[in-house]
């Protein structure tokens, strides 16, 4: 519901299509715009994610989800089980509909989906993000945490896993706790 208004603001998460791939890639690439000039430079391109890019990761396992209102879709976000966690993959809310409370309804959504352990990793530079996920119940692990985790659950390259921040639900806590071997 919108402040002062007492109609509902009618609107669905659903699983993205093949049909959704080109408006995954337009709210990816507008939202991206936030890490220009926060990220380090040399990990800064545009588009932020080629239509190419997009479908190499779909290929590889990422399923998106993405909320719809009166027809549009305004926000989108990934999910990636890999090994023993679920990773949330790129998390991006169309410039034009942020604050409103997409990312989170988007988020929550998500984590309904798995009883695995949910890691999220982000540019250490985006505060911004970092805030969101935190808000959500998120936490940031240590460096030396984040590099092994890094390392295990993604492929990304190195200058990325230096510039990167990993944040954890509550139920990785739990799984580490309970020292299975999967967890260092």
């Known amino acids: 519901m919108?402040?002062?208004?007492?109609?509902p603001t009618l609107f669905e998460i659903r699983d993205c299509t093949t049909a959704d791939v080109p408006e995954i890639g337009a709210i990816i690439n507008d939202a991206a715009i936030a890490y220009k000039g926060a990220i380090p430079a040399d990990r800064?391109?545009?588009?932020?994610?080629?239509?190419?890019?997009?479908?190499?990761?779909i290929a590889a396992g990422v399923r998106f989800s993405?909320?719809?209102?009166k027809g549009v879709l305004l926000g989108v976000m990934g999910i990636q089980d890999v090994k023993d966690v679920t990773l949330i993959r790129h998390a991006y809310v169309r410039t034009t509909a942020r604050n409103?409370?997409?990312?989170?309804?988007?988020?929550?959504?998500?984590?309904?989906?798995?009883?695995?352990?949910?890691?999220?990793?982000?540019w250490a530079a985006a505060?911004?993000?970092?805030?969101?996920y935190e808000r959500h119940g998120f936490t940031v692990v240590s460096d030396a945490e984040k590099n092994v985790l890094l390392?295990?659950?993604?492929?990304?390259?190195?200058?990325?896993?230096?510039?990167?921040?990993?944040?954890?639900d509550g139920k990785y806590g739990q799984s580490k706790n309970n020292d299975t071997p999967e967890h260092f």
Not at 2 to 7: L, M, N, P, Q
């Open 66 to 69: 993405g909320y719809v209102e």
């Open 151 to 168: 390392k295990k659950y993604w492929t990304i390259p190195d200058r990325q896993v230096a510039t990167s921040v990993v944040l954890v």
């Open 44 to 57: 800064w391109h545009e588009p932020y994610m080629p239509r190419e890019e997009l479908e190499r990761e």
């Open 127 to 132: 505060i911004w993000a970092i805030r969101f």
């Open 100 to 122: 409103h409370g997409i990312g989170g309804k988007l988020l929550a959504h998500l984590v309904t989906l798995t009883q695995l352990p949910v890691l999220i990793g982000t």
């Open 2 to 7: 919108k402040a002062g208004d007492s109609s």
